[in-house]
């Protein structure tokens, strides 16, 4: 079994495991950091996003082994130990959420987003989030988190 | 600390644990030496089971139980019945149920039924064990089609039902209706289909059971929205086991919209694994196995027939349905094409008599079962799409005749031909408002300019009227701890629509308590007695109402408490903002120091114990409530493409009494943007032989964040029901309902000078295309023509 | 799915020899595709060669006439790349339209060739371009590398190490997505390169191809009123749920002259 070592939230971890073994189940069931989600099998949904080398990526759509020396940051990552970063707290005010589900990767996704373009249009903001799919929010509530946020995280 | 109000946005509480990570899904929960299931699931839509030989299976390393048909019938276990409200044929005979089961018992029926469970040490040992189980099956001839299955030489799918007909029904006044048809100027017939879609909750189903064998009970963590109906399904009919034996917990559940309502194989299934190999057992769908396994929805071919006078008086209104609701009757698919569909059409019209005719058919595909809304989008659909084209086919203003017949609000309350009573609400001063909102005469301009780029501007406005289910009865307790805490169990369930907020704002503000004091639990039938989760949207109708008469139960007890604290009389006292005021003497003691001293025993009378505040109180519904609004959609339409573009989206809604704005704003949104996936993009699609061919989301479409327009969406408040103490009207569905015509209504205006009159949803580039091809050559009659 | 050995060389060379030493090899580029083909078991490899290590397949270079990008360089890469911008903006615009954003973060315009899915965009860009593929072992134009659906002139264990593209005098690339998998049902690329016209068409057929008539067409006159009249025959076109090959054909044209239209909107913008 290849072992592999990487960073995870900035920590670092090594470990044994199949070469099929997937990113998001390493994530998962090895590191058990549950925030992030699998809603689907074709790498459509977007609910298990997690930032590769600082970029947002499908971990259902990559192999464990393919992280091998790199910096991965989960939903746990962004996350202070209390409360909420300025992104997650837009996304609190602006009740860009439901079920909860789809928000991690949600989240993600737009942290990067933001880190792109600092100052998207709600049009930037909608084609940004094309590889996320939410079932409850209708998403204009997200769109506004995502705006508010940068606007926030602008200063 | 925070004090809440009714009608206040309150934030919602359990954000800050799904934002960063630490929701507990089903798939987050793991049980000490569990063992992970897999479902073998029939490739066939209809054959029989010749063999099933598992032994390369069992022979795999890793591989601990594999359970077929037979194994289960061999055990004794019974089926799981329907709970449909509607029973009866027009002619007073029951409906027809096929048995069950939680697997094939000799036959398969659909693609994806279950076949045998595998349970293995890891979830890959069990999936790749699924290729060693050997089932000879014989190929039977399948129908998909509901219409073709009524057919004299249809397939047929259970040897005792004749003609797959599983229920005819019939509602209103049939006779009174062809009295009208026969005296009206004008009968307008239109024969259209409400697509088969299914919910998709991001989340997919799942489950995690254990047995304990020193107590003989059962641990079932379900990703579900109605722990105790079907802990009693489980327990009563299949395990013929008292239902105390079981615990049904839903943890965090990533979404519902209906089809986590059912009663499912997987968890007795793996329950009975979990007993048998004495050790827990985890099961969960994957996204592929969901759209095989779960629930679909609408699916309805109808002949919609509008009885109008020529200066637009709507006379009366018929519609004749069939749907194919799937192999069996599942858990209550009877129900949504006839009762669930025919209450609320006619919708806020004033139709002097009208009748509704359908039949439920037995198709070998996967189950129908509610899906958000159940009956009240197809209703209102039918309803708004014959009075559009109606207004095309005799020449009047769609808006003028929707106007003319609106019930006026000096009608109500009114009981329709359908039998719902209409009880309160102001449909032309919604309507007013919604066309206000959207001001179509604005886009003029915009229209212009969309039409020299070779595109179309539409508008349409659409009015509903729907009604509220699920169970009539809900659960709620409080019980108040010495370090002040609250903690508030009710029996109804969110799935994500946030009652962790909505609930404890509800009680909070109604015993003037701080906010964050009040600790929610749900969906743990431990928690409450009694408990009809999530559907129709009842929430706030029938979880509300408990926790507000709950509320009223502790004022009640501790207004005694109170007046022991202040030597006055409890009948002195009244109750406002939170404190107990002696209208005499003026003192006053605040309910929050009334809890303090009920758990002091200085302060507390010689007969009342810590804990006495404590209640549980159980609301009993009246009447279901009839939440109504107004639609309005304006979209561009690429006729060289097909291609849509919604533009923009108002709606004035009436819930009656909003509890938490934001979170009403929230269900209104993801209902509209699934009404518009309905109607653009998403389909359930069965090749001939019954291959489900819309099997992933790489050809089933869901809306994604560019296709789903900003919404407007307003409230009247002029108008809560006096049907619920509250005086709420439910708002889980009422997007879905109001969204179906709005956004094809918006679409055929767009294509008016093309000619186009009908296209059936969903309207998919390549229809709306060719319907602009075929310059409006379309056929009202034709669906249904061979059923009726 | 199955289980595999995993390997990641360093240099194109170590690549080549980990798949040959493999019984049923198969390299891994940016995984888009190749994973949820794994994951449904529709491809079960002895081993994979990952060639994500190997820096020579990575980067963009431009000289006056030849953009050149290597096999492993991200969609996401290419559209932001300032020279792709310059060089031929219509290809910079198609990396930025494929999939979503995780997808164009990982997948390669390597790993996108040799699958050569017949609804992929990058394969009308290389068609119409006129690009060069260039492999481990030789330069192959675009005209022969796409042999079918899902088959290129890729020999076994031949690997793809970069792609030359000719800067175009004009181009634009216009595509109708599938509503559930965004990719292309009809998406065509119409591109000008040293007065000669190509016009390549992906989604719509069974693999991507060139438009013969369209192009004689542009080649007289360069607008988009060239197409008029000129229909696309259905008959080799891919019919499915999404869409008809009627539809298809259709498509194809209104495509194609909106793609024209952005070819001579780019100019006059820049």
Redo the contacts between chains.
């Keep these: 079994m290849p072992k592999i070592a990487l960073s995870v939230n900035s920590q670092p971890v090594s470990h044994d495991v199949e070469g099929r073994l997937l990113l998001v189940d390493f994530i998962r069931e090895v590191l058990g950091l549950t925030g992030t989600h699998v809603g689907c099998d074709t790498s459509q949904c977007g609910a298990c996003v997690v930032h590769v080398n600082g970029q947002p990526v499908k971990s259902c759509t990559l192999l464990a082994v393919q992280a091998d020396g790199a910096d991965v940051t989960t939903i746990e990552g962004v996350s202070p130990d209390q409360g909420l970063n300025p992104l997650q707290q837009a996304f609190h005010e602006k009740h860009g959420l439901q079920c909860g589900f789809c928000t991690p990767g949600m989240v993600m996704t737009a942290m990067a987003l933001i880190e792109d373009n600092p100052d998207p249009s709600d049009a930037d903001i909608r084609h940004g989030l094309e590889g996320n799919i939410c079932r409850c929010t209708g998403y204009q509530n997200i769109v506004e988190a995502v705006r508010t946020g940068a606007k926030v995280m602008r200063g | 600390m925070t004090d809440v109000t009714i009608g206040q946005p309150v ?2 509480s ?12 089903i ?2 929960i793991n049980l000490e030496g569990q063992a992970r299931a897999v479902v073998l699931r029939s490739v066939y839509a209809h054959a029989r089971i010749k063999n099933i030989d598992a032994s390369g299976a069992l022979a795999m390393e890793g591989v601990l139980l594999v359970v077929t048909g037979e194994d289960w019938i061999a055990e004794g276990f019974g089926p799981m019945p329907t709970k449909t409200a509607i029973r009866k044929n027009r002619d007073g005979s029951e409906l027809s149920e096929p048995p069950r089961h939680c697997l094939a018992i000799g036959r398969v029926r659909y693609v994806g039924e279950p076949v045998a469970l595998v349970v293995a040490e890891t979830d ?1 040992i069990a999936r790749d064990a699924l290729d060693l189980i050997d089932v000879d099956y014989e190929s039977l001839d399948a129908v998909t089609d509901a219409v073709e299955a009524l057919a004299p030489d249809a397939p047929q799918l259970w040897d005792d039902i004749p003609g797959n007909l599983c229920i005819d029904f019939e509602l209103g006044d049939r006779e009174g209706v062809e009295k009208a048809f026969a005296e009206a100027d004008h009968v307008i017939t239109l024969d259209l289909e409400n697509n088969r879609v299914t ?6 189903r799942g489950c995690v059971g254990s047995y304990d064998p020193e107590t003989d009970t059962y641990l079932l963590y379900n990703s579900t929205q109605n722990v105790h109906a079907i802990r009693d399904t489980l327990a009563e009919n299949v395990f013929g086991i008292d239902k105390e034996k079981i615990r049904h917990i839903a943890p ?4 519902g ?1 209906g089809v986590k309502n059912s009663a499912y194989p997987e968890p007795p299934l793996v329950l009975y694994a979990a007993k048998k190999l004495g050790r827990p057992v985890k099961w969960i769908n ?3 196995e969901s759209f095989l396994s779960d629930t679909h929805g609408r699916g309805q071919t109808s002949r919609v027939q509008l009885a109008i006078d020529n200066d637009g008086t709507f006379r009366a209104l018929r519609t004749e349905t069939v749907a194919g609701i799937g192999a069996y009757c599942w858990t209550i698919g009877p129900f949504t094409p006839t009762g669930g569909s025919a209450r609320t059409q006619g919708g806020p019209y004033d139709f002097p008599v009208m009748y509704y005719r359908s039949r439920a058919v037995f198709i070998n595909t996967g189950p129908m079962d509610p899906y958000r809304g159940a009956g009240r989008p197809e209703a209102t659909f039918q309803t708004e799409r014959i009075i559009e084209y109606a207004a095309r086919q005799l020449g009047l203003d769609p808006i003028e005749i929707r106007r003319k017949n609106l019930m006026r609000p000096e009608k109500l309350p009114h009981k329709t031909s359908m039998g719902l009573n209409i009880d309160c609400g102001d449909f032309p001063k919604v309507f007013e408002r919604t066309l206000k909102l959207a001001d179509p005469g604005s886009f003029a301009e915009r229209a212009e300019q969309i039409k020299t780029a070779g595109r179309r501007f539409g508008f349409a406005i659409a009015p509903y009227l729907e009604c509220t289910g699920g169970g009539p009865k809900e659960f709620a307790g409080v019980a108040f701890g010495a370090d002040g805490t609250v903690s508030l169990s009710v029996g109804s369930q969110s ?4 009652h962790e907020t909505s609930m404890a704002q509800l009680l909070a503000a109604r015993l003037g308590i701080p906010f964050e004091r009040v600790e929610y639990h749900q969906a743990d039938t431990d928690k409450t007695p009694i408990g009809g989760g999530h559907g129709g949207s009842r929430g706030m109708e029938l979880g509300g109402n408990a926790v507000a008469q709950a509320a009223g139960e502790v004022i009640e007890k501790a207004s005694g408490l109170a007046a022991h604290l202040l030597q006055s009389k409890a009948a002195d006292l009244t109750f406002e903002g939170g404190s107990f005021k002696d209208s005499g003497s003026g003192a006053s003691v605040s309910m929050v120091e009334v809890i303090e001293a009920s758990f002091d025993s200085e302060r507390l009378p010689d007969d009342l114990e810590p804990g006495c505040l404590d209640t549980g109180s159980t609301f009993e519904r009246g009447e279901i409530s009839i939440p109504n609004g107004c639609h309005a959609a304006a979209v561009e339409v690429d006729p ?2 097909g ?1 849509i573009l919604l533009l923009g989206y108002w709606v004035v809604d009436d819930f009656g009494t909003i509890i938490n704005p ?2 009403a ?2 269900q209104v ?6 009404g518009i996936g309905q109607v ?2 998403e ?1 359930i ?1 069965f090749d001939d032989s019954g291959q489900l ?2 099997g ?11 296709g ?1 327009p ?2 407007v969406i307003e409230y009247y408040e002029g108008a809560p029901t006096k049907k619920n103490p509250l005086g709420v009207k439910g708002a889980g569905e009422a ?1 879905c309902v109001g969204s179906l015509p709005a956004v094809v209504n918006a679409v055929l205006d767009a294509l008016k000078e093309f000619g186009v009159v009908h296209i059936d949803i969903p309207l ?3 229809k709306v ?2 319907a602009v091809q075929d310059q409006g050559a379309h056929d009202p009659k034709g669906l249904i023509e061979g059923a009726l | 799915m199955q289980d595999f050995e995993y390997q990641k060389p360093k240099t194109v060379t170590e690549a080549g020899d980990a798949f040959n030493a493999q019984s049923d090899g198969s390299f891994l580029a940016g995984g888009q595709t190749l994973i949820p083909v794994l994951k449904q078991g529709l491809a079960m490899p002895s081993g994979l060669i990952d060639l994500a290590g190997i820096e020579d397949l990575q980067g963009i270079t431009a000289t006056e006439s030849t953009l050149t990008v290597g096999a492993m360089t991200t969609h996401a890469r290419v559209a932001a790349s300032p020279e792709v911008q310059k060089a031929i903006p219509a290809l910079a615009g198609l990396a930025g339209g494929i999939g979503d954003p995780q997808v164009r973060n990982r997948g390669t315009l390597g790993g996108s060739l040799a699958n050569n899915d017949p609804s992929a965009d990058y394969p009308a860009a290389v068609l119409a371009l006129s690009a060069v593929v260039v492999t481990d072992k030789r330069r192959i134009p675009a005209d022969g590398f796409f042999t079918g659906m899902f088959e290129t002139a890729l020999d076994e264990g031949e690997l793809i190490t970069d792609v030359e593209f000719p800067v175009a005098e004009r181009a634009a690339y216009a595509k109708f997505p599938n509503p559930a998998s965004r990719y292309a049902v009809a998406g065509v690329f119409v591109a000008r390169v040293d007065g000669a016209v190509r016009v390549a068409v992906t989604g719509a057929g069974p693999g991507v191809f060139r438009a013969a008539e369209m192009e004689a067409a542009l080649d007289k006159d360069f607008q988009a009123d060239a197409l008029e009249g000129i229909a696309v025959s259905e008959a080799d076109l891919i019919a499915d749920i999404h869409a008809s090959a009627g539809y298809r054909a259709h498509l194809i044209g209104v495509m194609a002259g909106r793609a024209v239209d952005a070819a001579n909107a780019n100019v006059g913008a820049a």
Excluded at chain 2, 15 to 24: A, N, P, V
Excluded at chain 2, 199 to 204: F, L, Q, S
């Design positions: 934030r919602r359990e954000d800050e644990r799904f934002l960063t990570g630490r929701g507990r899904y798939d987050d890959p919910a998709v909750p991001i989340e997919p965090d559940v990533g979404g919209f994957n996204r592929s799935t994500g629509m946030g060289k493409t291609a934001l979170l704003d929230g949104m993801g209902g509209v943007a699934q653009l993009t389909n699609v061919i819309t992933s989301l790489m050809d089933y479409g869901l809306p994604r964040a560019d789903v900003d919404m997007g998919t580039s390549e295309w060719r």
